[in-house]
């Protein structure tokens, strides 16, 4: 019943990588444009990357040269690989699918960084 599911977050020290999953439904991954939103505690959610189904991709400032959005179409599976990561970078990280009538949203996933 629940349209998309992240995996793959965790605890990790500075410097060191994850790369994030979240399994779709054919019709959803379908939709557009997908990406990658991040919550941390006390802040609003943002958007980290997007990308479209024709594979163009967009950064967030904070994240650009560090992190790469991905999808494999065969899989219905968006990736989101994390290097080099921050502290700052704390958050709950969560999936959506952006639908002409709304959005899909995942239940998050938490990637903390931390000495």
């Known amino acids: 019943q629940v349209p998309l599911v992240e995996s793959g977050g965790g605890l990790v020290e500075p410097g060191e990588s994850l790369r994030l999953s979240c399994v779709a439904s054919?019709?959803?991954?379908?939709?557009?444009?997908m990406g990658w939103y991040r919550q941390a505690p006390g802040k609003q959610r943002e958007l980290v990357a997007a990308?479209?189904?024709?594979?163009?991709?967009k950064y967030a400032d904070s994240v650009k040269g560090r992190f790469t959005i991905s999808r494999d179409k065969a899989k219905n599976t968006l990736y989101l690989q994390m290097n080099s990561l921050k502290p700052e970078d704390t958050a709950v990280y969560y999936c959506?699918?952006?639908?002409?009538?709304?959005?899909?949203w995942g239940q998050g996933t938490q990637v903390t960084v931390s000495s």
């Open positions: 990308i479209t189904r024709g594979d163009s991709t």
């Open positions: 054919r019709s959803i991954f379908s939709i557009a444009i």
């Open positions: 959506n699918a952006r639908g002409t009538s709304g959005d899909y």
